[in-house]
């Protein structure tokens, strides 16, 4: 399991040389198209729903697309992102790696380590230093990086998660909708929050409105449902809201509240139930392995660390069981299914 997608992010962007490094970051759908990337923008985002932004990579075309957000900085993040996969895709070395780093094939670790490319490309280690100075992020920093940089919301939100230092997201509420427009995990938690999950009507974190603040408590709803309460810090920033949902509460707050209590921890997620990968018993329970994702068997007592990768994987697209050399590197989707 790769613990630190951010590590990887920083060897792809050492692969790419000072200069070209400058050109992306300055004029990315230039840079990529002088590289050989065809980069085409789309009119929705309806083909890029695997992906963790609204755009997606074609290996095969070397070809990217995107949603266009003319006068945003949102579609540099997009391309930049997509860049990453391209990156990926390139080093044969990390591909290896990324295959067994879970269930998936290593895809949700490989958007992580893209969202934190695209990241690092816009906003240097310098400037994150200097909003922060030393300290661990609360909200209104994703604004001033903002401010401070050239990079987008989403981008600020990848590189202020990895200084959370504990389980918790940077996310980006989209206050219209209702719904997740972006989280970013912090380094030291293993879950995804898929962007376009919705809030109930009731989270507090609405109570930020346009332009004010929220201090309080927050749960976390994954798109299953599933909740786990946060410590949260929220601000309006007209049609989005940004929050820091962390499971320690470093920020003032009034009050003592079941978060505070010593012994008490909120519960995982989810549910988790499968069949053990080195004995095929039952495994299940409310917790899974921090680094594998799976519950321990209830018979050999062993989490799946350790166990070898799965000999077949399910296509998402037509949901039949095939080997994985049906599969390109990194894809979900069948060579079968792809090439219809």
């Known amino acids: ?9 920083k060897r792809l962007e050492a692969a790419i040389s000072l200069e070209a490094r400058r050109e992306l970051a300055s004029s990315p759908l230039t840079a990529m198209r002088a ?14 729903d695997a992906c ?3 755009g997606a990579y074609f290996h095969d075309q ?6 266009a957000t003319p006068r945003s900085r949102r579609e540099n993040f997009t391309v930049l992102h997509e860049f990453g996969h391209h990156l990926v895709m ?7 790696e990324l295959a067994d780093a879970d269930a998936e094939g290593g895809v949700a670790v490989e958007e992580r380590i893209c969202d934190a490319f695209a990241g690092r490309i816009l906003i240097p280690d310098g400037a994150v230093v200097a909003v922060l100075g030393g300290r661990r992020p609360r909200a209104a920093d994703v604004r001033a990086l903002y401010d401070a940089t050239a990079g987008s919301m989403e981008a600020c939100a990848v590189r202020l998660a990895e200084r959370i230092g504990c389980e918790g997201y940077v996310a980006l509420l989209d206050r219209q909708r209702r719904e997740l427009r972006f989280a970013s995990p912090s380094a030291e938690f293993n879950y995804g929050w898929r962007r376009g999950t919705a809030l109930p009507a009731d989270h507090p974190a609405w109570q930020a409105g346009a332009d004010g603040t929220y201090v309080g408590e927050g749960d976390v709803v994954w798109t299953s449902r599933s ?24 920020w003032p707050h009034a009050g003592l ?3 505070d209590e010593p012994g008490v921890r909120p519960a995982g997620p989810q549910g988790y139930s499968g069949i053990c990968r080195h004995c095929g018993g039952p495994a299940w329970g409310m917790r899974a392995c921090e680094v594998c994702g799976d519950a321990r068997c209830r018979v050999c ?10 000999a077949i994987k399910i296509c998402t697209k037509c949901h039949f069981s095939k080997g994985k050399a049906q599969f390109r590197a990194g894809q979900s989707v069948c060579r079968e299914c792809d090439e219809a």
């Open 1 to 9: 399991m790769i613990r630190d997608p951010n590590a990887y992010a």
């Open 35 to 48: 590289a050989g990337i065809l980069v085409s923008a789309v009119p929705s985002s309806d083909a890029t």
């Open 52 to 54: 963790s932004c609204d």
């Open 62 to 67: 070397r070809a990217i697309c995107y949603v």
């Open 90 to 96: 390139s080093d044969d070395e990390m591909l290896s």
């Open 227 to 250: 909740r786990k309460r946060f410590w949260l810090d929220a601000i309006g920033a007209g049609g989005i809201v940004i929050a820091i949902f962390s499971a320690d509460c470093y």
């Open 257 to 259: 509240t079941i978060l």
């Open 301 to 310: 007592g062993r989490c799946g660390c350790g166990a070898p990768a799965p």
